[in-house]
T-cell receptor, first 114, second 116 residues
Framework: DAGITQSPRYKITETGRQVTLMCHQT?????MFWYRQDLGHGLRLIYY???????DKGEVPDGYVVSRSKTENFPLTLESATRSQTSVYFC?????????????FGPGTRLTVL | AQKVTQAQTEISVVEKEDVTLDCVYE???????LFWYKQPPSGELVFLIR??????QNEISGRYSWNFQKSTSSFNFTITASQVVDSAVYFC?????????????FGTGTRLQVFP
């Protein structure tokens, strides 16, 4: 099906482990984003990418790594998970940037770090 | 600095009541974009509307309407004759191309509960 998908949908891990969250979109959108959603904070941008091999930090990038070797994929890696990274993670994509395009979101990944 | 404020943390109404969700934003530019998203209990984020700063006409889509007022930096969302299916968290968001090109700044959301 066309759209934007995330995997896994749920993940439980332990402090110190490396975790990778996957994001895949079938629209060939140039822009992709990773947000985290925490109670009282709304959604905060972690990283974003304007095209393959172009990434940039958002509001809360510490502890996260991204890559984008293909337009359709934008994985997010927690190099050494901490409890403060327990959150719901959303991936989004848009054809255009700067508000000219609309960001469409994936279903989210609920991550728990024990 | 850019900021979006949704002062109403939670609103409860009974079905068929009208309800307005407030959104106040701060930006230093004249060109910007405003969005509303809906997050139902299932968790996904659903796009509702995008509005640019040069279009101050109010918009109506079925039971949904949006009131954009640049003079008060507000972009309020009204649901007419609310239904139980409207129960969700609603987020207002701002994009300011001159300040941070590709990003959306979200408010903290308003949880709407519609009771039968």
């Amino acid at each position: 099906d066309a759209g934007i998908t995330q995997s896994p949908r749920y993940k439980i891990t332990e402090t110190g482990r490396q975790v990778t969250l996957m994001c895949h979109q079938t629209w060939s959108h140039s822009y992709m984003f990773w947000y985290r959603q925490d109670l009282g904070h709304g959604l905060r941008l972690i990283y974003y990418s304007a095209a393959a091999d172009i990434t940039d930090k958002g509001e809360v990038p510490d502890g996260y790594v991204v890559s984008r070797s293909k337009t359709e994929n934008f994985p997010l890696t927690l190099e050494s998970a901490t409890r403060s990274q327990t959150s719901v993670y959303f991936c989004a994509s848009s054809e255009l940037a700067g508000g000219l395009g609309t960001q469409y979101f994936g279903p989210g990944t609920r991550l728990t770090v024990l | 600095a850019q900021k979006v404020t949704q002062a109403q943390t939670e609103i409860s109404v009974v079905e068929k009541e009208d309800v307005t969700l407030d959104c106040v934003y701060e930006t230093r530019d004249t060109t910007y974009y405003l969005f509303w998203y809906k997050q139902p209990p299932s968790g996904e984020l659903v796009f509702l509307i995008r509005r640019n700063s040069f279009d101050e006409q109010n918009e109506i889509s079925g039971r949904y309407s949006w009131n954009f007022q640049k003079s008060t930096s507000s972009f309020n969302f009204t649901i007419t004759a609310s239904q139980v299916v409207d129960s969700a968290v609603y987020f207002c968001a701002l994009s300011d191309p001159a300040y941070n090109t590709d990003k959306l700044i979200f408010g903290t959301g308003t949880r709407l509960q519609v009771f039968p």
